[in-house]
């Protein structure tokens, strides 16, 4: 790694109070495809941005439910990956570690990761779409089974855009943000918001700012340190560098 990685652990060392925001790109090495990666077979016609909203599944109920079964079975057979367990590990390195995630798959918590802030929701659970509560029986075919207390239909329990994200992840999130000495914004285009504010928000509280992503984003001329890699390489490397430095 270079100097910047270098620079990274020496600041790490005095146990900093860390914030981690991760996006689609950390659960990539575990096989499940990002936001913006052209999907696979019968949704490649599709984009997620069309089928993830309010208006998509009021107007095709049937296709936005078997979307959201699909993208289900893929994280129900996906497991966590290197990047997942590096930052467990650093949950248990850091007393102050925020986890912030914008990814639906479960998987920080599949890796035993605690405390997960979900902004965005989470694929496994099912609600009813007009505020009865979660349903944990419901058939994944065909059309929206309707809520067993109202008739409404089910829907995944995730944040579509044009929807507000839950008040409390939000706040708890700006919170993290706000008093982090150190910020990493991991595997995400850096595109969606109010996530994508949440770097800048600390950038402005005097954080440093640290991006892994192994392409450039709208983030990277703003960050201290921006580690042009795999998640499922750096974040290993960076415990490992902590753990040597330590010893
Ligand atoms: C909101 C859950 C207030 C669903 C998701 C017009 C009307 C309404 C709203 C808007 C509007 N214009 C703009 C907005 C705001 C909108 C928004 O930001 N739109 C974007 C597209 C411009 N935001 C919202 O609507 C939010 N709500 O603002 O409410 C409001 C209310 C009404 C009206 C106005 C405002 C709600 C946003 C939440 C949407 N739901 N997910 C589902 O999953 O089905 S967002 C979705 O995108 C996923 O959660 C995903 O995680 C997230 C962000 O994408 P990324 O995680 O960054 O993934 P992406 O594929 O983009 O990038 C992956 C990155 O990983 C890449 O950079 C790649 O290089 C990198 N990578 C790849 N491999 C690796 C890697 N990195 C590291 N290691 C690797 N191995
Ligand atoms: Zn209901």
């Not at 075919?141 to 995944?156: N, S």
């Not at 982090?180 to 109010?194: A, E, N, Q, R």
Request: aromatic letters at 6%; charged letters at 20%; hydrophobic letters at 45%.
């Amino acid at each position: 790694m270079d100097a910047s990685f270098d620079q990274l652990i020496a600041r790490l060392r005095s146990k900093p109070r860390l914030a981690v925001l991760t996006g689609a790109g950390v659960s990539a090495e575990s096989g499940v495809p990002t936001f913006r990666d052209a999907q696979t077979g019968l949704w490649a016609r599709y984009r997620p941005e069309e089928l993830a909203t309010p208006e998509a599944f009021a107007r095709n109920p049937r296709l936005v439910w078997e979307w959201y079964a699909w993208r289900r079975q893929l994280v129900a057979e996906a497991q966590p990956n290197a990047g997942h367990r590096a930052l467990v590990s650093l949950q248990q390195r850091f007393a102050d570690l925020a986890l912030i995630t914008q990814n639906v798959d479960g998987l920080h918590q599949r890796a035993g990761a605690h405390d997960v802030i979900e902004l965005h929701g989470n694929i496994a659970r099912i609600v009813c779409s007009r505020g009865c509560g979660p349903c944990s029986e419901f058939d994944p075919r065909g059309a929206p089974p309707p809520c067993p207390h109202c008739g409404a239909p089910l829907r995944p329990d995730v944040v579509w855009f044009g929807e507000n994200l839950p008040p409390d992840a939000l706040a708890a999130a700006h919170e993290a943000a706000a008093s982090c000495d150190v910020f990493f914004s991991v595997g995400t285009s850096s595109l969606v918001y109010p996530a994508a504010d949440l770097p800048r928000r600390a950038l402005s509280a005097g954080a440093m700012v640290v991006e892994i992503n192994p392409q450039e984003t709208a983030l990277t001329p703003l960050a201290h340190h921006a580690l042009q890699a795999c998640s499922g390489r750096v974040l290993p490397a960076l415990v490992e560098a902590l753990d040597m430095a330590a010893a």
